[in-house]
């Protein structure tokens, strides 16, 4: 069961482990700013990361032990089908998609990941509701108490993600 709280608690703790994939991504690396309002949290930022002269807003995702795929959202809340991350227009510029055991840390271009979802989320859930090339839908019990609910990913083989990002970063219609 996840609660949102204990997640934010997490990831504010993690700033040391944060700073680090950030330094090592982006050479010119001035500082990063944890974004704490929450209305701008839900709109996808998580942290704001000065690089030389400019800024790059970035919503982080983290998973406890590697996987061989990156969940993306596309319900948060089963009990009014809201939509997930995946699906909204969000304000960052980047997915950072970390894993924690191995500190391992993709850099997912949002307006291209967000596209690459758009143009194949039919076939890729058909993949996963079919059990073909290791797709898979994975249901999250959240919340407790009261208004327990449920936010669906879609599992989507690294490889296979970052052949579509590819493809939408350096293909045209």
């Given at each position: 069961m996840n609660d949102f709280s204990v997640q934010l608690s997490r990831s504010l703790d993690m700033d040391?482990?944060?700073e680090g994939i950030y330094r090592?991504?982006?050479p010119a690396f001035v500082k990063m700013e944890t974004v704490k309002d929450l209305t701008l949290q839900h709109a996808g930022l998580d942290r704001l990361v000065t690089v030389g002269n400019g800024k790059y807003g970035i919503d982080e995702k983290v998973r406890e032990r590697d996987y061989p795929d990156i969940l993306l959202e596309y319900i948060s809340r089963d009990t009014t089908q809201s939509p997930g991350w995946i699906e909204k227009p969000l304000r960052c510029d980047?997915?950072?998609y970390a894993f924690l055991v191995s500190q391992r840390c993709y850099f997912l271009p949002f307006p291209f990941l967000?596209?690459?979802w758009k143009r194949r989320k039919d076939i890729w859930m058909t993949y996963a509701k079919n059990a073909q090339l290791d797709f898979r839908i994975v249901p999250a019990h959240n919340g407790g108490g009261n208004a327990p609910y449920i936010t669906y990913s879609l599992a989507v083989p690294i490889?296979?993600?970052?052949v579509a990002l590819n493809q939408e970063m350096y293909e045209t219609d």
């Amino acid at each position: 069961m996840n609660d949102f709280s204990v997640q934010l608690s997490r990831s504010l703790d993690m700033d040391l482990m944060w700073e680090g994939i950030y330094r090592a991504r982006f050479p010119a690396f001035v500082k990063m700013e944890t974004v704490k309002d929450l209305t701008l949290q839900h709109a996808g930022l998580d942290r704001l990361v000065t690089v030389g002269n400019g800024k790059y807003g970035i919503d982080e995702k983290v998973r406890e032990r590697d996987y061989p795929d990156i969940l993306l959202e596309y319900i948060s809340r089963d009990t009014t089908q809201s939509p997930g991350w995946i699906e909204k227009p969000l304000r960052c510029d980047y997915i950072a998609y970390a894993f924690l055991v191995s500190q391992r840390c993709y850099f997912l271009p949002f307006p291209f990941l967000q596209a690459a979802w758009k143009r194949r989320k039919d076939i890729w859930m058909t993949y996963a509701k079919n059990a073909q090339l290791d797709f898979r839908i994975v249901p999250a019990h959240n919340g407790g108490g009261n208004a327990p609910y449920i936010t669906y990913s879609l599992a989507v083989p690294i490889p296979i993600l970052i052949v579509a990002l590819n493809q939408e970063m350096y293909e045209t219609d």
